[in-house]
């Protein structure tokens, strides 16, 4: 009973933080609004034995992710608030017919009988600690977590490289009104 | 049930530690500081000026805490409180002592020991940020803005440092859990010299270093350098929410002066002695000297190092510690293979 | 071992905060300890009096015209013929000075032609309020005896003695004096270290030898 | 120890690696010294590893790596005496050859690539003689075959020795061609490509014309690489290449790869009889072939040269005869003579400072005494005379010829006349260079070489003169040494010892015969004009490259002028250009969609993926 | 009562809606991109609640690799973004369009 209640509570802040991130006009209220759902997240992980996945949850997307995005919306500034009105033709009516086609999907696969089927989590017990994962990790998935290493230093060179030649426009117009 | 109470009792005393420990600490840094500089400091409230800061504290507390116009009201409210929470919330995983038995049931000295600790103070030290970020950001003023952007900047980059600097810790010692590492530090080598993970010098060092910045404090507390900026991200803010914003500057400098201690200084390890209560006694007692002997150095630092400019800050933390953590993880984990494994030709 | 140096070079500053430490402290306790001020310190202003009690001041409003704060207001008024307050032709009817705007400059002390408003040693002037900060003549008068006022005298962070000892009055004489200060030393005045000569004669007996009623110009000389 | 069987080829390969990448750093003579080393101690430890085999010890399976098992080709090793026999030439005479050529390379501007190359060399060799199973040797096959490509036109901005570089590559191709379509016959018959595997089971699952066929396919691989009719015609152009290159690569060790690999697939030649007789034959006919072209070359390396193609001809026959202790005899005491003969010769050629032509030689013996006197015992080796090596060798392998019996006599009698020829050849080189008048330019000044040519010199003289009484008739040391690696071969063996000493004696005269006319010929002052009629032919090398360029390179060149000037262009190019059309009106008409919102373009994969999932969940059952 | 894997599904489900609806509504580039994020946060909830479910680890793992390629992504994104701030003045992505066809 008390899993169904706290179950409830997240579900109610998670959604809550996801809507607010969708409809608030200042982009830094939907970051906030995101970080709460990740939040909630790191405590469905920790719900679901997941501990190590829930602080790192929490370390890569609370920590560093949302960091780098309010750091980004500072930079540059969210002084215009985004008009609403809609430019794009068919845009709308494709966001409809594309949210009844989800909400269909959902239905169906709510019927699904490994969604219904199950009773509760009868399963061997697993639990996320850092030593179970990091077993799969650097054992089964080594070449996987390797690719991933190489991914990451590729990020990190291309975000240096964008930064670094970003803006040759900006240079060639000053140095052609100096004179 | 009696879990829930026990929990609920070792909160409730931390909260009360915590937060006498930072009435004191404040008051320890203005005394020290004074004498450094051959002042005396607050000597008037209490003896010898002891509950200056309690004071201090009333008098915010009853001052006006004015809203100015241009700022975002519901982050602006919120930024103090949750500067508050991660500074508290790290403590929660310190043990501050050895576990005692009353009664055949053993208690730790700790309100909770996560599996996943040292992932867990990191994560926690990193939300730090945001307070100081949103603080900055809804103030609506050029300055705290300022501020915070040079704060987001700053503690990402050092938290890098820092998280690298726990890396040869968490390998040398096989856990992630503090106590655990705490446990692993009370063996001894040759019979006498205590087996504290100071031994990893580098990191040691490191992980100091990146804590000056993590918290803001001088040579690295540009966030607040009053000549440039004014206050930083708090020049907006008054009374009772600028007394938060102290009151979690001070808590997070007696968390990472703590996590020092039970990082590379053995927690509370230390020789113990005599009947049962001295031995519950004695870990509390050496475990409180070495993390105020940790506050006296950032306190020393902050008497003598003058502040860093902001192109040297980033430049020592990207080219400086970053890659010596980096060098220092690659031999630490070679030292750590060859003692867990034999050397490769043997 | 020049490298040794070297490299211990940067550390060194560490041992001078230490060193510090444990150094006497400059700190003076105030206000349990009070430090003996200059002798020409800028405190507070007041008005003075002739030693028979008249007041200095004749309103030139010469001190209002030199202030480079503009904190200086000064209105004359011709002297009650019976009850002579100064003992010219006019006295200072209104004189305040707005203490919040005061940087303590002492042009006005300059300027006075008959040394009427001089500079205590008196500098705790906190107000809880903005009016107050406007010093009025009741307060910046000396009283009768001498002793410069004070808003708030019972504090014990007055220290009257202290104000008696370093207030700025100037010996002058006064053309005429009241009846009732006649061979009376009023005060100890602290213009010249080591205490003043007793008071001249009163009025009446200046009259005697003076008709004129002038004051005498280079007697002291 | 036999643990680390892999740093032999793993060291030299490290040093070609240092060489080429950081050779300008090591400088000249470390370079040389470094790659000496790094040949030096696999030597040492072949030695070693080599020693218990002289007590009967079991053949050695390393296991290194797992590489494609599926083919049973793992980086695994093999050692048994056959390929402890190789490895031991090709480390000893290739490092006594290494060090002959940090003197022979002094001053040579790219110094340290050299020894780069020559370590790649010895690795890649390494790997074919120590290979397991069929993938890893034709990795060492192919290896070698490009080390020996980058040898010989290691001066390549002569454009001949660009030309004979590229001529070596493609007519190895060709060869290897023929091996690899060995291996992929032999993959298909018995699924694995490892050794023991498929001679164990050859027998049993070989027909007798699958065995032709496999073992033909394998034989046209080892004419190419041991330069046999009708592939021979690189070998000679070969020795554009420095002097070294051609005494280790082209003389001692990677020619011979051809027969190491026969004697190694013995067991398959033998269920081919067929196979067998066509080797034999191959290999008796390129021995007098090549004999009487060595005969009118003026060239002192060509003459080599011939001489090496005419010699492996001997070693060929011998494995056809499934004479397999004869020929790999053979191969050990050539590479010792052969190697020392060029090097001498490569002494020789140092001293009148890149002058090849013997015409212009003569009289060397009073200035290059220690050349002078390693290469008379080369000499007389080669030849055949009693006791030198080449005399025990060259018997054995006309023994088993006449023991053979039958039309195997014809080629018995092909051997002993290619002895004589031999035996004249050689001594014609000798006079030619060391004896009568000075005939060379009185600019050049003769000198002995230094101490790091002459004292390999030395050491190979020494092994040259007496290697050949390990195997003589009445002590067999050799053969009881290979016993193990040929035990699954029935092998032919010399008849009694009478027979034996007859043909002996047979063998003795005529080289007597042929390096007394020889000495009639030239050694008595005026030399003979050798010019028109079978000179020219000889010095052209009878035609037959003309003849190769006329059938075999012309038409494949106007093949190939067709295919790109009308079938390229006409062809090909059509379909692709038509296919261009073709998108490009495809694409312009999709061009609406891409209408530059990003948003739109997510609102299509959202409505795509949602549409893969229904049609998932309405094709019902679990996903 | 209790929670099946049911329910995490049904809130990954949900939760992956409102970011796809966040990417196809907003036009703040900002806002699109944490709508992604969003979406890649549903789906490690379903894996986590899977690995439960079936007790194989490999689903904390799954989980863990995506974090690892948003926080890449997230990385190069901005930067981009920057880069076409710095030029634009503007994070509106409905003006972004010259790669119309």
Redesign the interface.
Known sequence: ?T??VL?VIF?AV??TG??V??T?K???????G??T??FT?AL??I??????????????????????????????GVD?K??TAE??P??RG??V???A??????I???R?????G????G????N???E??S???FG??TV?FLS?VF??T???V??VA??MF??P??RDTKSEEAP | MEDFIVAAVKTVIAFALLFTVVLLLVWIERRIVAFMQNRLGPTRAGPLGILQTLADGMKLLFKESMTPDRV?V??YLAAPIMALVPAVLIFLVVPIGAPITIGGTEYTLQVTD???GV??V???S??A??AI??AG??SGSKYP?LG??RS??QM?SY?AAMGLALVPVIMFNGT?SLAGIVEAQGATYFGFLPAWNIVLLPSFVVFVIAMFAETNRAPFDLVEAEQEIVGGFHTEYSGFRFALFFLAEYINLFNMSALTVVFFLGGWQGPVFGPTVLQWILPVIYFFAKTFAIVFLFIWVRGTLPRMRYDQLMGFGWKRLIPVSLAWIILAMIAVGIRRFGLPWA | MSWFADLLGPWRGFTVTWRQMFKPKLTTRYPKEKRVKPQRFHGRHTLNRYPDGMEKCIGCELCASVCPARCIYVRGADNPPDDPVSPGERFGFVYEINMLRCIFCGMCVEACPTEAITMTHLFEMSVSDRQEGIFTKDVLLVEPDGTPNHPLPDTPLIDIKELRLGDGWLRATAPSGRAEFEGVEAWSPSARMGGLAPAEPAQKDRNATDETGQPEEGTDD | MIDYLWLLIALPLLGALTLIVLGKRIGEPASGWLASTLVAIPFIMAVILAVPFAGGAETEHVYVFSWIPVIGANASLLWDPLSALMALIVTGVGGLIHIYSIGYMHGDDRYPRFFGYMNLFIGSMLTLVLADNFALMFVGWELVGLSSYLLISFWFSKPSAAAAGKKAFIVNRIGDWGFLVALMMIFAAFGTLDFAIVFARAGGVLSVGMATAITLMLFVGATGKSAQLPLYVWLPDAMEGPTPVSALIHAATMVTAGVYMIARTAALFELAPVSLAVVATVGALTALFAATLAVGQRDIKKVLAYSTISQLGYMIMAVGLTALTAGIFHLMTHAFFKALLFLAAGSVIHAMSSEQDMWKMGGLRKYMPTTFVTMVIAWLAISGVFPLSGFWSKDEILGAAFAKGGWFIGLWAIGVITALITAFYMTRLIILTFFGEKRWDPDAHPHESPSTMTIPLMVLAFFAAVIGLWNTPVRLGLEHFLEPAFENVTQVHALGNLTVTALALISLAVVTVGILLAYHRYGRGELPAEDGGYWAAALDGYGVDDLYGKVIVAPGKAAATWLAMIFDVRVVDGIVNGLAVVTKAFGSSLRVLQ?G?V??YG?GI??GS?GV??WL?LRGG?F | ???????????A??????????V?????A??M???V??ML?SV??TF??A????????G??A???V??????????G??????V???RA???V?ELSELKG
Request: no cysteine.
């Open positions: 009973m899993e169904v179950f579900a998670a959604l996801a809507v991130m969708v608030a200042n982009p830094v209220y939907s970051a906030m995101l970080l759902t990740m997240m469905f992980y719900l679901l034995d997941a501990h190590f996945l829930a602080v790192v949850q929490i370390l890569v997307y609370a920590g560093a992710v949302m960091t780098l995005f309010l750091f980004v919306i500072m930079m540059i215009k985004e008009d430019t794009i068919f845009q494709l966001t017919v594309v949210g086609g989800l909400a269909a999907v959902v169906m696969a709510g699904q009988a490994w969604v219904t199950s009773t509760a989590f399963a061997p017990d697993l996320g600690t850092i179970t994962v077993d799969a990790l089964t998935w996987a991933t991914l990451l590729i990020a990190a291309g975000t964008l930064a970003g803006t426009q900006l | 975002e519901w982050l996560l599996n996943v992932l867990y990191l994560a926690m990193s939300m940020v945001y970020a949103l950001w809804s803005l915070s952007v987001a900047a990402i938290e992630t | 209408t919102w948003r739109s609102a959202v409505a949602l999932i229904l969940l679990a | 009562m209790t929670v099946t894997i049911g329910w995490y599904m049904s809130l489900a949900v939760l992956f809606a409102i970011g796809a609806a966040g196809l509504t907003r036009r703040n900002l806002v991109f944490m709508s994020e969003l946060n490690n909830l986590i609640a690995a439960k479910e079936l007790g194989l680890v490999e904390q793992v989980a863990l690799f974090m690892v390629v948003a926080a890449a992504e997230v990385t190069i901005l930067a981009i973004l920057v880069a701030f710095r030029r503007s994070a509106n409905d």
